[in-house]
């Protein structure tokens, strides 16, 4: 498939956002939000695709792939890194943990995207407002437990915003959705060894993020415990 018909193929289908057949946007789920939702909100569109043409792009926090399959099938060289990631060559069934990096084979990722993987570790700094942590059943739980728990997971969106200034090439960016407001209070001093600049994009389309609910898995829908109306930049100094 020429490159012109890749991205006419992916125009298409970003049109088809929130009128496919079978896709619910109202009903998403944590893993499997629908790819057409992933790459509305992750900014992915044509301009972006041609550019990553023959380049290598990755996937943190991959889940089942459905990103990394779509990038495929426009004929980027794309992999994907996760636990739960599917059993095939291009995965890596891991997490991105201070003890275990992300591979960078030969050369480095010109892009690089996480979406509701890093936000969700985002140790939101000083603690303010305990229901800004998703994810957290804060019933029965004290504040020590509550800060422990922040800064666990600070320590953690650390080591992936480091992994991810690692192994990002010069020229390339990192889109992670959703944001993280705080990382440049609690990961200053990462972001410097990394060499990373911080922006936060707002995203144009008033629908796609009306359409987006964070799902915690046991049957509550907490869209506002995070702003999900930017999406944070990473790029090279």
């Given at each position: 498939m020429r490159v012109i018909d890749r991205i006419i193929r992916f125009d298409r289908l970003i049109g088809l956002l929130g009128e496919s057949e079978g896709i619910d946007l109202s009903k998403k789920e944590f893993l499997d939000v629908p790819v057409l939702h992933q790459l509305s909100l992750l900014g992915i569109d044509s301009r972006i695709v041609a550019t990553l043409i023959g380049r290598k792009t990755l996937d943190v926090g991959c889940g089942s792939g459905l990103l990394v399959n779509e990038l495929?099938?426009?004929?980027?060289?794309?992999?994907?890194?996760?636990?739960?990631?599917?059993?095939?060559t291009y995965f890596m069934r891991q997490n991105v943990t201070p003890d275990k990096g992300i591979?960078?084979?030969g050369e480095h990722y010109h892009l690089i995207t996480s979406f509701q993987n890093v936000a969700l570790n985002d140790g939101l700094g000083p603690l303010q407002n305990p229901t800004e942590i998703p994810f957290f059943s804060y019933e029965g739980v004290s504040p020590r437990q509550l800060r422990k728990y922040q800064e666990e997971k600070a320590r953690e969106a650390k080591s992936i915003v480091s992994e991810i200034g690692r192994v990002l090439s010069s020229e390339g960016r990192a889109i992670i959705y959703p944001p993280l407001p705080n990382v440049?209070?609690?990961?200053?001093?990462?972001?410097?060894?990394?060499?990373?600049?911080?922006?936060?994009?707002?995203?144009?389309?008033?629908?796609?993020?009306?359409?987006y609910f964070i799902w915690d898995g046991v049957g509550l829908i907490l869209e506002d415990r995070i702003n999900t109306a930017k999406r944070t930049i990473l790029t090279k100094k």
């Open positions: 495929r099938l426009l004929g980027i060289e794309a992999y994907g890194i996760d636990i739960r990631a599917p059993d095939k591979p960078a084979p440049e209070k609690y990961a200053s001093h990462t972001l410097r060894e990394s060499g990373l600049e911080v922006r936060h994009e707002p995203i144009l389309n008033p629908e796609a993020v009306n359409n």
